[in-house]
């Protein structure tokens, strides 16, 4: 979620224009289109893992989230790989 409203902090900041896409990978997209930038698959696939977290863990219907520490630590640096970007 931080990784969410981050994105669209630095999207309202460069266009003033408030966004409500729900998407980790398409408000990159978005980001990349705004900045004339090229953004690494590698990028994408951690902000698609943390979409999947995300929604995993916000949505769990009846089964409960129950990451390993390997899945824990992914998250992490695909947190940290994508926050990198936006400063």
Do not use: H
Request: a negative charge.
């Amino acid at each position: 979620m931080a990784v969410e409203l981050r994105l669209k902090g630095v999207l309202i900041q460069n266009t003033g224009a408030v966004t409500y896409i729900p998407s980790i990978r398409r408000l990159l997209r978005e980001k990349a289109k705004v900045e004339n930038i090229t953004l690494g698959e590698r990028v994408f696939d951690c902000a698609e893992y943390l979409s999947l977290m995300y929604l995993g863990s916000r949505y769990p219907g009846e089964e409960v989230i129950d990451l390993e520490r390997s899945e824990a630590e992914k998250c992490v640096r695909c947190m940290e790989e994508i926050l990198s970007l936006l400063t």
